[in-house]
């Protein structure tokens, strides 16, 4: 993976997400690993804000619905991930939808 520079030049933390798709959603078994610069191990996770219990991990599985971050010393904490319970999800495309436009729907749960 890559991180893009800030400003400053510093690296930014990056909250990978695994499968890639958005929303995430538990069924999917979700993984999310925690890039950035500083010592690896050295991770803090957030869940709905707060601390969560499994700091110093890169990488974690998802068994409850939320919102997640991350923050590695030295680039900082990771924009927010988050993780719902079944739904129904429709697919778009990344740019605005236009009609004519072809879009999937999946039902997971």
């Not at 990488?59 to 129904?88: A, N």
């Amino acid at each position: 993976g890559w991180c893009p520079l800030s400003p400053a030049g510093a690296q930014t933390t990056q909250l990978l997400v695994e499968p890639p798709w958005r929303p995430a959603v538990l069924w999917d078994r979700v993984t999310l690993t925690c890039q950035g610069s500083g010592t690896t191990g050295s991770t803090t996770w957030y869940k709905d804000g707060r601390a969560w219990g499994l700091q110093g991990r890169d990488h974690v599985t998802v068994t409850e619905s939320g919102i997640y971050e991350c923050d590695r010393p030295g680039s900082g904490r990771s924009h927010s991930v988050s993780v719902l319970d079944d739904q129904l999800v429709l697919q778009v495309p990344a740019r605005a939808l236009l009609e004519g436009d072809r879009v999937t729907l999946r039902c997971r749960g």
